[in-house]
């Protein structure tokens, strides 16, 4: 893959396009989407709406002499959200570092929990933080109609998750709180999968299928995001 993006890299510039075509080449678009969460244990219900958000700016190499096919190569940041009634918690605690009666095995694995009884979950979530590299290929016919086919990495820069609810104290008080718990453990620090995109000028409809899992193998759940949104590329 490498050897080929520098073969285009070099055919590109050996036209010695002017800086205003160079400038042409660079796209800036933005991806409002839906994760559809697959492998969620059968014991939690997921929120149906889980949004997320993706910012790439790609530089595109022209393949054709006509301008209809291209080899990008990108950059960007994309961030996802796992909403549910569950809890985040590993090994015999949770993530207010109580003990558990339903310990794991393993001391180090993370796992989802139902609140106990007595506990009002206002909002959890779960939130995942990239930074991405996508490249693939990108055909745009006369009418302006374009279609896309690509492949994205990403490494995690930020992960956390939010409760507001019941104080899962349980002092009787029935107040509610808000905790925030930064660093997660067992989060993979890679992400991947493919992706495809249909349009109209600057509009377009995507979807991407994340291979990886959201954990590490043997140390969380194996979860992973089905993405599904619309495009906007005015730049």
Request: positive net charge; charged residues 15%; aromatic residues 14%.
């Amino acid at each position: 893959m490498l050897s080929l993006l520098l073969v285009i890299t070099a055919a590109s510039f050996a036209q010695k396009p002017s800086a205003e075509a160079i400038r042409k080449r660079f796209s800036l678009s933005t991806t409002i989407f839906n994760d559809f969460w697959m492998k969620v244990p059968d014991s939690i219900s997921p929120r149906k709406i889980n949004q997320g958000v993706d910012v790439y700016v790609t530089y595109n190499f022209p393949m054709d002499r006509a301008g209809h096919m291209f080899f990008f190569v990108g950059a960007g940041i994309g961030a996802h959200n796992f909403y549910s009634q569950a809890l985040l918690g590993t090994g015999k605690y949770n993530v207010y570092n109580k003990q558990l009666p339903n310990a794991q095995a393993n001391p180090n694995e993370s796992y989802f929990y139902n609140a106990p009884a007595g506990i009002s979950v206002k909002k959890s979530k779960l939130s995942l933080t990239y930074a991405d590299i996508p490249f693939g290929f990108q055909f745009k016919a006369t009418n302006k109609v374009h279609a896309t086919l690509g492949f994205k990495v990403g490494w995690a820069l930020n992960n956390h998750t939010k409760y507001k609810g019941t104080d899962p104290e349980l002092d009787g008080s029935g107040r509610t709180v808000k905790i925030k718990s930064a660093s997660l453990p067992n989060i993979q620090s890679m992400h991947y999968g493919p992706f495809a995109t249909i349009g109209y000028k600057w509009f377009g409809l995507t979807a991407c299928y994340q291979i990886s899992s959201v954990f590490e193998k043997d140390l969380g759940p194996q979860i992973y995001p089905v993405s599904v949104g619309i495009t906007l590329r005015p730049f």
